[in-house]
């Protein structure tokens, strides 16, 4: 039997001691300290790695990647991207895992008698594993950090225009933070709709909650009030800041037949009295 196939049969029958090594290798160079589901994760996968490069050593015509390696640099990816780090904290874990992996297989190969060439074979076979890795990592990280952001963005924009219910018929509309063109187009696909339904007579937009809003965004919500009012409902304004009344008036908005009040009990006790 060639020293090849010893080397195959020999990390393929010790994988699950040969993943551990790895594991606490890298831990342990790098002083981390993960919580063991994690270990076990990366155990699993070190296990499947190790058969894979047994079986690919014998034929080297064999290219499909193990689906352990795949999942567990997504799941990497995914750990990531939900506690907010950055990619940076699992790429600095590969310059060690070469390292840890290079030491492994150059003394299985020192053991086990590979020539200088077999020995470059096997850690060019590991070095490809270990960069399909990284790579699925980035592409992962990406990806799942867009959707965190657009999930985030949306749930944001729910907060940013909730619905409140005082009376029964009557919403209070509290606008947070900067509404931007976002924020619009949430109240006009979501809210509105949402209001229609509820059956309400009266709709006060409070504004004490809204950082900025600038001259288009302040017609563009007067015409989401006029899209209130063709439904018969009636939109009380609350809150506006003197700075807001300023966009207001250089908006050249029509506010003569929308009532306005500087706090929202005010315009509650307005619609009290109507």
Do not use: C
């Amino acid at each position: 039997m060639t020293p090849l196939l010893n080397f195959s049969r020999y990390i393929s029958e010790d994988a699950e001691s040969l993943a551990s090594e790895v594991v606490e290798g890298v831990l342990s160079r790098m002083k981390l300290d993960i919580p063991q589901l994690e270990k076990e994760q990366a155990n699993v996968m070190y296990i499947e790695l190790f058969g894979f490069l047994g079986e690919s050593l014998i034929d080297e015509d064999k290219e499909v990647f193990p689906d352990t390696l795949i999942e567990w640099s997504k799941k990497n990816a995914e750990m990531q991207v939900s506690s907010g780090g950055g990619i940076s904290e699992i790429v600095r874990r590969y310059p060690p895992t070469r390292e840890v992996f290079n030491e492994i297989i150059t003394g299985i190969s020192i053991e086990i008698g590979l020539s200088v060439n077999e020995n470059a074979f096997v850690l060019k076979r590991v070095n490809t594993l270990l960069d399909v890795s990284l790579n699925e990592t980035f592409l992962s990280f990406e990806r799942l950090s867009d959707k965190f952001k657009k999930d985030k963005q949306k749930e944001l924009l729910k907060l940013s225009a909730p619905i409140v219910p005082v009376k029964d018929n009557t919403v209070i509309l509290p606008l947070i933070g900067d509404v931007d063109t976002n924020s619009v187009k949430h109240i006009l696909d979501n809210v509105v709709p949402r209001i229609a339904e509820m059956g309400v007579k009266y709709v006060i937009a409070d504004f004490s909650g809204a950082l900025t809003i600038n001259v288009q965004i302040a017609q563009s919500l007067h015409k989401i009030g006029g899209t209130l009012r063709l439904m018969g409902i009636d939109v009380v304004i609350a809150g506006l800041r003197p700075d807001m009344v300023q966009t207001v008036v250089k908006s050249n908005i029509d506010m003569s037949a929308i009532k306005s009040f500087a706090s929202v009990k005010q315009a509650l006790e307005s619609i009290q009295e109507a």
